[in-house]
């Protein structure tokens, strides 16, 4: 029950809160780069211990969850995707 509230105001209402305009969509870009972030740095942090245990498969997959948080927080500042 705490789970799915924490998934709730951490995930859901700012996703929620983009649709907005003005101080909720900043605040709602806020909380969720923070969400991305701290998603890009432990998947970084694991991958990279991944690949020192030998474990490349793993690492790999790890390294494509940061390179598609980096998309993500680019997308949800620059309101396209990259390369577009």
């Not at 209402?13 to 780069?33: C, D, E, R």
């Not at 490349?56 to 980096?70: A, D, R």
């Amino acid at each position: 029950m705490i789970l799915a509230g924490a998934i709730l105001l951490i995930i859901v209402l700012p996703i929620i809160a983009l649709t907005q305009s003005g101080w909720v969509q900043l605040a709602g870009q806020i909380v969720l780069s923070i969400v991305l972030i701290l998603a890009l740095i432990g998947s970084g942090l694991f991958g990279y211990i991944c690949f020192r245990a030998q474990a490349k498969k793993w690492g790999s997959g790890l390294f494509v969850i940061v390179v598609l948080c980096i998309v993500a927080i680019y997308w949800l500042w620059a309101g396209h995707p990259p390369f577009l």
